[in-house]
């Protein structure tokens, strides 16, 4: 399902300046993809690059939209999440400012609350990270107003 006009703070309860995800792209019960631009304000940049914590922030938070989007697909509240484990991350090199992350998350396993995905992150036909991502979801409903 397209998630493109859907406000990504109605999805995950990150705000700025922790907020690196701008907006979900697609979302089914698989795979998803999610988008972010870095910009020169972004809490975790080095050198006008976003630093290797700032990759796997992404990564988590879209896998975290991803939730979000399946909550909302399926008409249940969307529910916190917390990472469990990153495994097997590989970043070849760290975006720099300007350029637009296309993160891609495909699920491995999705069962009793966890959430087993694999996440890869393309800045335009050049993938620059991979990682195994876990994510718990808890039962605990997101409050999502500003």
Do not use: W, Y
Not at 27 to 40: G, I, M, P
């Amino acid at each position: 399902m397209d998630f493109r006009n859907t406000p990504i703070n109605n999805l995950i309860p990150q705000r700025p300046p922790m907020m690196m995800v701008d907006r979900m792209l697609s979302c089914d019960d698989v795979d998803a993809v999610a988008e972010f631009t870095v910009r020169e304000d972004n809490i975790l940049l080095e050198d006008k690059c976003l630093s290797a914590p700032g990759i796997v922030e992404n990564m988590a938070q879209s896998c975290a939209a991803r939730m979000g989007c399946v909550d909302l697909l399926h008409g249940e509240p969307i529910k916190l999440g917390f990472i469990g484990e990153v495994r097997d991350a590989v970043i070849l090199r760290n975006p720099q400012c300007g350029e637009t992350l296309h993160t891609f998350i495909h699920v491995i396993e999705d069962m009793f609350n966890v959430l087993l995905a694999e996440v890869r992150v393309d800045v335009g036909d050049e993938t620059i990270a991979t990682a195994q991502m876990k994510v718990a979801k808890t039962d605990v409903v997101a409050n999502l107003t500003d």
